[in-house]
């Protein structure tokens, strides 16, 4: 098995690395992750700045990877995939080759389908312009599907630490039971118990994700515009790693990430207390995701911090909660090179 090069950073519990994914993959033992959690470059019609594969490409391109995902997997892990759907090449018509993902994933490489979800961002932008803007003959396209795969029947999972708030109605419910409710079995067939009046500290979400995507004054962002670049622009909202990586491991337990980005996977998973992993091929992208780790945020410690990263061969720092500044402006060698967590 190949070993990993020396990651661009590392923070208290993860690394972020530099690279092809599919190569980066095979540094990485049999049954080591608990969850991968990633958003690939769609396959849509226009080239974009992030990269993406052509749709006559795309799936085969795609399931060389999650094989790979599949060997790194612990046996209790998950692997939670969104991808956007794409019309047909100058045809108001849909793609299937996200569907095509789904079978071949299952039909030839094992996967089991734990459950779809689906990312409703009421922000998005009508697309495409041709059949919603200009024609007018299609809605907006604001859902992404998020397809749950594991090894077993049985992955990791607890939904419990994902709760929702109630209801209005079901706070009345839980004021005055007796008022609102009384067990019976329901015209649906359903048995409801007395224990359904029990306040249990939330409902349980539904597989509909409603999560806007809006961001754009966070530090990330004003980082980036300090120094001069873009942001990446396909983010993450941090509250969908978030629901996942409750949803899905424990706190210790690693997660990773195969196509970073900005890597908002990876700086949620810090703040929860579980260890990760970033591979980006794009050193540009990988070196301002950095910026969602700085305790301080000031000019000085942004432009130093990303002329290191983006420097060929400046590889190996380490971003310690609280301890970046003393770092960038006395780079005594003290904070050298540190095992990954």
Request: hydrophobic share 35%; aromatic share 12%.
């Amino acid at each position: 098995m190949k070993s990993l090069p020396e990651p661009l950073y590392t923070t208290h519990y993860g690394a972020a690395y530099v690279g092809d994914a599919l190569e980066l993959l095979q540094g990485l033992p049999d049954g080591s992750v608990d969850l991968v959690l990633t958003s690939p470059p769609f396959a849509l019609q226009r080239q974009k700045e992030y990269g993406n594969v052509d749709q006559d490409e795309y799936v085969d391109w795609l399931l060389s990877f999650t094989t790979e995902i599949k060997r790194v997997l612990k046996s209790t892990g998950s692997f939670v995939l969104d991808l956007g759907g794409a019309y047909r090449r100058g045809r108001p018509v849909r793609s299937l080759y996200n569907y095509r993902v789904l079978i071949r994933m299952c039909d030839e490489q094992g996967w089991n389908l734990a459950e779809e979800f689906f990312w409703f961002n009421p922000s998005k932008l009508p697309a495409p312009i041709e059949w919603v803007n200009k024609r007018k003959i299609r809605a907006k396209d604001a859902v992404n599907t998020l397809w749950w795969f594991s090894k077993t029947d049985f992955p990791k999972a607890d939904i419990t630490k994902v709760l929702v708030p109630y209801s209005e109605r079901m706070k009345l419910l839980l004021q005055n039971s007796d008022k609102y409710y009384s067990p019976k079995k329901r015209p649906s067939g359903h048995d409801i118990s007395s224990r359904f009046a029990e306040d249990r500290g939330g409902a349980i979400p539904p597989n509909l994700l409603q999560i806007p995507n809006t961001e754009s004054n966070s530090q990330y962002l004003r980082c980036c515009q300090i120094i001069g670049i873009n942001g990446h622009p396909a983010r993450f909202p941090e509250k969908l790693p978030e629901f996942f990586i409750h949803f899905l491991t424990d706190v210790g337990d690693t997660v990773l990430d195969i196509f970073a980005g900005s890597n908002t996977t990876g700086a949620v998973a810090e703040a929860l207390g579980r260890r990760w992993i970033a591979f980006e091929i794009d050193q540009s992208y990988l070196a301002a995701s950095a910026f969602r780790f700085l305790d301080r945020a000031d000019e000085d410690t942004v432009r130093a911090l990303y002329s290191r990263l983006i420097t060929e061969g400046a590889k190996g720092i380490i971003i310690p909660q609280g301890a970046m500044q003393h770092y960038l402006l006395e780079e005594t060698g003290e904070y050298r090179h540190r095992r990954r967590p």
